[in-house]
């Protein structure tokens, strides 16, 4: 039980760690936002969302409309996926997916017929702020909504706080702190309206007693097309505070000491101060969704870096190749260098750009080898403490990189390792190039595999303890059976004890045995009208009877 309630700082508090990073967002927000154009062929991974990944309900050789659903949830930590344009379902298989292993997944092609028809969603709602908070969440969730802002959490989980939770504050999270992405800004100068009103569901679904928005103070075109639609709409009761650009500044648990001065806790969630946060970009896919019925089959994107002829923002459809953005966005560079999913400091490697957009995809950073020069070779730990020092979560990297390498799991718990958010800035100050984050990720990887061991250990030792109680169960019955019945045959009245039947029923064999004899010795009966001739032949006959016994017969 809370004893206290989460309220809004009047100055922004100062997180610790951190880095002041050079902002490179402008090269992409030179144009205006444009939608991507919809390529001829469309792979949709079933895994877009942390949780379960969604399962098909197409198949083959089926026809598809903009927006119908393709792939149902399977569990209440899992979002569906929908057919982002028209068109026919072409294969469903493993293709390339935009995940740091490289690896494949299970995606779903559609080869796009051009015309872009829409389904009839059914997620459109008629007066929303009179509607029961159940009804918008299973709206979010029918939508395929989770969080955009790059963690990929259903949406519609964060929206239920539970019935022993009280929401005090609603964050809205604008502080986009990487330093190429500019998404979330070309999204607040653009789509201001969308962002408002998504913020309103989200508020009344919620119960929020308080709003805030909180914006990177670099970003004033943002936080002044987001004020004056407020304005427009006589909004009072939602507030925007510009927050000093520090990187992380965007991270959840650091935004939200920033703008409340209170901590989340150790392996805790921010609904355990009362606070809830979202993404503006959740926010707006939540206003198009309610308000137009459109579930989330598109987001903005940034393509930026030296390594792009024309950075911009795109509208893209989720399953559009990354090969497709780059070629809309005039084509590589003669020197670009290296491709990442995501900025310079979160985002991962891509071996080649065949991979789709999905629904965490933000950005596509195209680098020459001056903006992302290659890291040289990692030397020993010379224990200098700056990793300590920016680290917005207050962690020891230096110890969880020495338990880590040493695949110390349980020691390296001890050290908090899930408390890292994998921001990147221990890896940036390292004098010694030691890619710090690649052996975090690494142990909580070890260790999630542990865990999973451990669940299967421990359901197979359930299930035989299980199968042995019941073994026991069926043994005491039979037992109980037995002893019932032998309790009523002793009840029974006894006739004589087992001497005497023994005896009776001896007299009766000699009695038997007595009878056969003594008819054997008899004569023939009815024998007094016989004729002379017929007495001779009987004579005969019990001559040679007689003659044919034994001695003593």
Not at 280 to 289: K, Q
Not at 291 to 304: A, C, D, H, W, Y
Not at 356 to 380: F, H, R, W, Y
Request: hydrophobic residues 35%; charged residues 25%; contains cysteine.
């Amino acid at each position: 039980m809370r004893l206290y309630m989460a309220t809004l700082l009047e100055k922004p508090a100062t997180f610790h760690g951190g880095l002041h990073l050079s902002a490179e967002k402008a090269q992409s927000l030179t144009g205006p936002l444009k939608p991507a154009l919809i390529p001829r062929r469309l792979y949709v991974p079933l895994s877009q969302n942390i949780g379960e990944p969604a399962e098909a309900v197409v198949k083959t050789g089926n026809r598809v409309l903009r927006g119908q659903l393709i792939a149902r949830s399977l569990g209440y930590i899992s979002a569906p996926v929908h057919a982002p344009t028209s068109g026919v379902i072409s294969d469903i298989g493993d293709y390339p997916v935009p995940h740091p292993s490289g690896l494949s997944a299970t995606c779903i092609v559609i080869d796009s017929d051009g015309e872009d028809r829409v389904a009839d969603s059914g997620l459109k709602m008629e007066n929303v702020f009179q509607s029961d908070p159940a009804d918008i969440r299973q709206r979010v969730r029918d939508a395929g909504i989770v969080g955009l802002g790059g963690a990929g959490f259903p949406t519609a989980v964060k929206l239920n706080p539970g019935p022993d939770h009280v929401v005090d504050l609603l964050v809205i999270n604008g502080a986009e702190c990487e330093p190429y992405i500019s998404c979330d800004e070309a999204l607040m100068c653009c789509r201001p309206n969308d962002i408002i009103e998504g913020i309103r569901i989200m508020r009344h679904a919620l119960h929020a007693k308080q709003v805030v928005i909180g914006i990177e103070d670099n970003m004033p075109n943002a936080i002044d097309c987001l004020q004056k639609e407020l304005t427009r709409l006589d909004e009072k009761e939602i507030r925007i505070t510009p927050v000093p650009a520090r990187y992380p500044a965007g991270g959840e648990k650091q935004l939200i000491y920033a703008l409340t001065g209170e901590e989340v806790p150790s392996q805790g969630l921010p609904i355990d101060i009362g606070v809830v946060c979202h993404n503006v970009g959740t926010a707006a896919a939540i206003a198009r969704a309610i308000n137009n019925g459109e579930p989330l089959i598109s987001r903005i994107v940034t393509v930026t870096g030296a390594g792009i002829h024309q950075p911009c923002n795109l509208d893209v459809r989720i399953g559009t190749p990354i090969a497709s953005l780059v070629e809309q966005c005039g084509g590589y560079t003669d020197d670009a260098a290296r491709l990442l999913l995501g900025g310079p400091m979160m985002g991962f490697a891509l071996r080649n750009d065949s991979v789709p957009v999905i629904k965490t995809s933000n950005c596509i950073l195209a680098a020459n080898t001056k903006e992302l020069p290659d890291p040289p070779p990692a030397s020993p730990c010379i224990r200098c403490a700056q990793c300590t020092d920016v680290c917005p979560a207050s962690l020891l990297p230096q110890q969880l990189y020495w338990y880590a390498f040493a695949r110390d799991m349980e020691k390296i718990q001890d050290y908090n390792l899930f408390d890292c958010i994998e921001c990147g800035c221990c890896a940036q100050v390292c004098p010694s190039h030691i890619p710090l984050v690649q052996y975090y990720r690494f142990a909580k990887t070890e260790i999630w595999d542990m865990e999973r061991e451990r669940e299967k250990s421990d359901l197979a030792r359930r299930r035989h303890e299980a199968r042995l109680e019941r073994l026991e169960r069926e043994k005491r019955a039979l037992e109980e059976r037995r002893a019932r019945a032998r309790k009523s045959l002793d009840k029974k009245p006894k006739v004589g004890n087992a001497d005497a039947k023994k005896s009776e029923i001896a007299a009766a064999l000699a009695r038997v045995k007595a009878k056969k004899t003594e008819s054997s010795d008899v004569a023939p009966r009815n024998t007094d009208n016989l004729t002379p001739e017929q007495r001779v032949k009987i004579d005969e006959v019990e001559q040679r009877r007689s003659s044919s016994k034994p001695d003593g017969a």
